[in-house]
C-alpha cells in the first residue's frame, strides 16, 4: 500500500482531531499543508516488508553480535498489557541499532511491532521508505513555530491511539553513540498525554509508559564518536 493509500484511508480520524478540524474550520486553504504534512509523518506499516526486514536482520544481527539477552520482569504479560493499554515504549537510545533489534524482538518473539517516532533526517532514499514500511513515522526535530504541523502530528498521535497500536519513542531525542545517558526531552511526553486526554472514552484505554534498558557491550558507532572528538 501506498503512502497516498495509507494518507487517504486515516484522513477522517486524523482531521476530526478536534484541535486540527478547529483550525481548518477557521483557516479551510490550510487543508492542502496539512495533507502534506500527514503524508511526511504518517507510517505505512507493511507486513510484507516488516517479515523482509526480520528475515534481513536475523542474517546481519548474527555478524555484529554474539547475542541479544532480552528479558522482562518476572509474571510480566506483555501481550495482554498491550491489547489492554495505549502502550508507549520508551527505550534509551545510543545506536542506530537500538531500534532494529528492539523492533526485531518484539515481532519475532510477540509477533507485533511498536510504531516508532524516527526523527525526519532519517527520511532518505533508500532506507527511508524502509523505515516508514516498518512501522516508523516520521518527526521534525524542531517545530514549536509551526501550529499547524504541531496539530497534524498531534491528530496522527491520537489516531494512533484511538486505534490501538502501540508505540515507541527514545526519550532522548538522539543518540549518544557513548553508552552514556542523555538528558532527556519532553515534547513527546507532552504531546502523548495532551492527546491521550482528549481521546472518545469509548475507545480510551489507560495510558501506559514502559521504560527499556538497552545496553551494549560495545556502542557500534563508539569508534566513530572518537574518531569525531581526536578530530579524525
Same mark, same amino acid.
Given at each position: 500500500?501506498?503512502?497516498?493509500?495509507?494518507?487517504?484511508? !486515516?484522513?477522517?480520524?486524523?482531521?476530526?482531531?478536534?484541535?486540527?478540524?478547529?483550525?481548518?474550520?477557521?483557516?479551510?486553504?490550510?487543508?492542502?499543508?496539512?495533507?502534506?504534512?500527514?503524508?511526511?509523518?504518517?507510517?505505512?506499516?507493511?507486513?510484507?516488508?516488516?517479515?523482509?526486514?526480520?528475515?534481513?536482520?536475523?542474517?546481519?544481527?548474527?555478524?555484529?553480535?554474539?547475542?541479544?539477552?532480552?528479558?522482562?520482569?518476572?509474571?510480566?504479560?506483555?501481550?495482554?498489557?498491550?491489547?489492554?493499554?495505549?502502550?508507549?515504549?520508551?527505550?534509551?537510545?545510543?545506536?542506530?541499532?537500538?531500534?532494529? !533489534?528492539?523492533?526485531?524482538?518484539l515481532f519475532d518473539r510477540f509477533k507485533f511491532i511498536p510504531l516508532i517516532?524516527?526523527?525526519?533526517?532519517?527520511?532518505?532514499?533508500? !532506507?527511508?521508505?524502509?523505515?516508514?514500511?516498518?512501522?516508523?513515522?516520521?518527526?521534525?526535530?524542531?517545530?514549536?513555530?509551526?501550529?499547524?504541523?504541531?496539530?497534524?502530528?498531534?491528530?496522527?498521535?491520537?489516531?494512533?491511539?484511538?486505534?490501538?497500536?502501540?508505540?515507541?519513542?527514545?526519550?532522548?531525542?538522539?543518540?549518544?553513540?557513548?553508552?552514556?545517558?542523555?538528558?532527556?526531552?519532553?515534547?513527546?511526553?507532552?504531546?502523548?498525554?495532551?492527546?491521550?486526554?482528549?481521546?472518545?472514552?469509548?475507545?480510551?484505554?489507560?495510558?501506559?509508559?514502559?521504560?527499556?534498558?538497552?545496553?551494549?557491550?560495545?556502542?557500534?558507532?563508539?569508534?566513530?564518536?572518537?574518531?569525531?572528538?581526536?578530530?579524525?
Open positions: 500500500m501506498s503512502i497516498d493509500r495509507v494518507v487517504e484511508q !486515516i484522513r477522517t480520524s486524523v482531521f476530526s482531531y478536534k484541535k486540527l478540524a478547529d483550525r481548518l474550520a477557521e483557516r479551510p486553504s490550510e487543508r492542502v499543508r496539512a495533507m502534506i504534512y500527514l503524508k511526511e509523518i504518517a507510517a505505512e506499516y507493511n507486513l510484507g516488508t516488516i517479515e523482509k526486514f526480520k528475515n534481513l536482520l536475523s542474517f546481519t544481527l548474527v555478524k555484529l553480535y554474539d547475542d541479544i539477552d532480552f528479558s522482562l520482569p518476572t509474571g510480566l504479560d506483555l501481550e495482554r498489557i498491550v491489547k489492554e493499554n495505549n502502550v508507549v515504549f520508551v527505550p534509551n537510545h545510543q545506536s542506530h541499532a537500538d531500534y532494529l !533489534i528492539l523492533s526485531y524482538v517516532a524516527g526523527g525526519i533526517n532519517l527520511n532518505i532514499f533508500p !532506507i527511508g521508505d524502509l523505515f516508514r514500511k516498518s512501522g516508523c513515522f516520521f518527526i521534525r526535530r524542531s517545530f514549536n513555530n509551526n501550529i499547524l504541523y504541531k496539530l497534524t502530528l498531534e491528530a496522527y498521535i491520537s489516531h494512533l491511539l484511538s486505534s490501538g497500536h502501540a508505540i515507541e519513542f527514545f526519550y532522548e531525542g538522539g543518540r549518544s553513540r557513548s553508552g552514556r545517558l542523555l538528558p532527556p526531552k519532553y515534547g513527546m511526553f507532552q504531546i502523548l498525554i495532551e492527546t491521550h486526554s482528549q481521546l472518545d472514552p469509548a475507545v480510551r484505554r489507560p495510558l501506559l509508559f514502559i521504560p527499556i534498558s538497552i545496553v551494549h557491550e560495545i556502542v557500534p558507532e563508539q569508534g566513530a564518536l572518537t574518531r569525531e572528538l581526536e578530530g579524525l
